[in-house]
Each structure stands twice: as C-alpha cells, then as structure tokens.
C-alpha cells in the first residue's frame, strides 16, 4: 500500500499551500488541515472584500482532500478582527485567538492521524500547531517533519533584551516575551519530537543553535518568488531622487531606528516611504516627518508600489526570511538587507547588498553610493529581477519533495 504524507496549517498561507501543492503534484499528499477552507467560487456575490478574504482561504488548487479542522474558531476569528471584539482574540487565552486555532487544529489533526495512520508515513506541520499530532506521530512510528518558519524563541529574547540595553525607547516597539511559559515550553517540545527540521533562511537554522538540546537534521530551504515578468521599468536617473521604501511592520525587531537614522543623516537626497503599521509609527514620524506613509495595502498595491520605488532597505534584527525580500527582487528593486534575513539565501553581491545589523553608518553609506553612482542600480535591479524568475514558487515546491522524501 501506498504511504502518504499529511500537511497541517492553520491559515493555509502561501508557503504551506505551496508545500500540500508540491506533494499532491507528486502524488504523495494523503490531505492538508487548515482551520477554514471555502471554493470561493460559490461565494462571488458577496461584497468585495470579503470575496478576497474567501479566496485566502480556497485551497482548491491543490488536487486532494482539503479537511477545515476548526471552522468555526476560525471563522469567529476573523469577525472579531474585522468588529475589534479583542476579547475573543487576545493573545492566548481568547476562545478565538491565535493560538487557540492553531492548538484545534492540531488536535483535530491528530485524531484524524489515528483513523489514517496505515496510510500516512509522515506528517508535516508547524511552529505552535504540531505538538498533539507529533505526540500520535511518534506512537504510530510515523515521521514527523516540523517546519519553523521564523528564528527560535530563545535568540528572539536574547536579541529584544539587548536591544533594551541600546536603544530603549525603540525596544518598548518590540515585545518579544509576551509568549507564556507553558507556550515556549511547547515550542521546544515540538521540536524536540522532530525527524527533520525545515526552515527558510541560515538565519533561522543559526538560531537553532541557542536549543539547549540536540536535533534532528534541519534543512534550509527558501520560498520562491512572485510570479513575476522582466519588467521595462523606469530607472534611478542622478537627475532625480533615489525613492526608497520599507515595507513591514513598524517595530524595532525589524531594525527601525538603524534605517530612520540612516536616512535622517541624507539630508533630503532619497525620497523615503513606508508601508506598514506598528507601534513605532510615532517614534518614526517624529525623526521623518516628511516621509510618506502609506499604512498598510493589498499585496497586489504592494507591488505596484515597489515598481515605482528603486530601493527596498529592509534592516531587520530578527526574520524567518522576509517576503518583501524576494517580491522587490522580483520587481527590479535594489535589496539593501541584513544577514538576520534570508538576503544571504536568495541573492549574491550583484543581486542584493548586505549590510551589518545595528549599522545605520553602512545602510547610509550604501545608499550615497547609489546616489553617486546611478548605473548600479540598474544593473543590480535588472540582475535581482532575472534571478527572481529563475526562482518561483514551484522551484520551491520541488525542493521541498526533494528534502522530506531523502
């Protein structure tokens, strides 16, 4: 009899869809768990946006069963998101919150293992949803395949808590202890039960190293790039300003105070915006009042924004990978980056520049030499758009067959 893997994710989102995806092309997914699955071709009379919250949540593409394990935590989920009803989302403890769907899942997962086990040689899922169907997994002698898609706990702390010692005021932008201690418990509990590791970056592989114990094989394996065309776009002319964008979250974790001091030493020479909402909107507008803030879009706007802009300078101090990474390279944009990212992964000196994490002096220094020295951002921006498309999404796909069927 055929032996099958079964994929388990809450939200379904790109790079979990991407993983059923890849396996049911290959005839090797048995079925994939998420909370809440529509065929959002039934729902096309509804209003806009809530047509393109259904879509999110369509897996119809991928050619095997689709199970929703916890419709109804999910779908109260996102009421409560959309009417700000916070008690049914607070972290942790809401009846709807995060956690609390990712922990149905995985318990309607691994009772579904049980019924399924003759068939199912491994099981696949991911950070804070995996632990109750490990625990089934390793009873039944099946592989358990865990995928952390962002850096481990322990160096997550180490590196807010420093941030405390130089920078405060930014610092209080980034919580990084607000997990309990039973959740980071589980998180190494999980990893702890794990065959094989998947991450997205050396970054996230490097922090592995604060695990206090030893573990399973961990395999680097880094998400594909928009489907993208070589784009006749316009290019920085010395003429003009360099338009500069960041987009993400408007906290420290991401290296916020490096980039706006930075850009505040230019003396108006890029023109800079933002896209993205956090707690650290103020402190930043209060240092560039005259940059553009953009709050947050779709991620379709998100491009078109890209292609308008010539340099994405993303400093960030933590990061699984960073999307915004591979979707400006796909855009022809210049990637300023630190090595805390997946820039390292995913371009090389001619399709991206790396820069030292805390470093406001290097991200400024790169970018007056872009200023000085026009035709490198064309050339890097040509060559990151090239490289984008040799490396899309079912490239990810394959590797990732590759690596958990070894």
């Known amino acids: 009899m055929n032996k099958y893997i079964l994929v388990v994710h809450p939200t379904g989102n790109q790079n979990s869809k991407s993983v059923a995806h890849g396996l049911a092309e290959e005839n090797l997914l048995y079925a ?33 069963p689709i199970i929703s394990g916890s419709p109804f935590r999910e779908g109260l989920r996102l009421l409560g998101s959309k009417l700000k009803l916070k008690f049914l989302t607070q972290h942790e403890v809401g009846f709807a919150s995060v956690d609390k769907i990712y922990h149905a899942t995985d318990c309607f997962a691994s009772k579904y293992l049980k019924k399924h086990a003759a068939e199912i040689s491994a099981v696949y899922c991911y950070e804070d949803g995996a632990l109750e169907t ?3 997994a390793k009873k039944l002698n099946i592989k358990c395949i865990y995928e952390l898609p962002i850096g481990y706990w322990r160096s997550h702390h180490r590196l807010n808590q420093e941030e405390y010692a130089l920078q405060p005021e930014w610092a209080n932008s980034w919580n990084a202890i607000q997990d309990s201690e039973i959740k980071l418990a589980r998180k190494d509990e999980e990893l702890a039960l794990a065959d094989q590791i998947i991450v997205a970056s050396s970054f996230t592989k490097k922090t592995l190293e604060d695990y206090p114990k030893a573990l399973a094989p961990i395999i680097v ?29 408007l906290s420290q974790r991401k290296g916020l105070s ?6 505040d030493t230019l003396d108006n ?6 896209i993205g909402s956090g707690t650290a909107v103020e402190l930043v507008q209060g240092i560039l009042p005259r940059a553009s803030y953009l709050g947050t879009m779709p991620h379709s706007q998100v491009l078109e924004v890209m292609r308008m802009h010539d340099i994405l300078v993303f400093p960030s101090l933590f990061e699984g990978f960073g999307m915004v990474i591979t979707e400006a390279m796909s855009q022809g944009m210049v990637v300023i980056a630190t090595n805390h990212t997946a820039l390292p992964d ?3 000196e001619n399709t991206g520049i790396l820069v030292p994490i805390r470093d406001s002096s290097a991200i400024a220094d790169v970018l007056i030499d872009l200023i000085d020295n026009p035709e ?11 490289l984008a498309q ?12 590759k690596a958990v069927t070894k």
């Not at 490096?258 to 850009?263: K, M, S």
């Not at 020479?269 to 933002?274: G, I």
Request: aromatic letters at 16%; proline letters at 3%; one cysteine or more.
């Open 346 to 348: 995913t371009a090389d």
């Open 390 to 401: 040799s490396y899309q999404w079912h490239d990810y796909e394959s590797k990732i067959v």
């Open 376 to 386: 490198k951002v064309k050339k890097i921006g040509q060559a990151a758009m090239m």
């Open 134 to 136: 490990f625990k089934v």
């Open 32 to 64: 994939f768990i998420t909370a809440l699955h529509f065929n959002s071709n039934k729902w096309n009379w509804l209003p806009g946006k809530l047509v393109t919250e259904i879509k999110r949540r369509d897996f119809s593409e991928i050619k095997s």
């Open 258 to 263: 490096y980039l706006v001091d930075a850009i």
């Open 269 to 274: 020479k890029v023109e800079f915006s933002f």
């Open 221 to 249: 394996v880094p998400y594909g790039c928009p489907n993208n065309e070589i784009l006749d776009r316009n290019w920085f002319q010395a003429k003009g300003k360099l338009k500069v964008l960041y987009v993400g979250g």
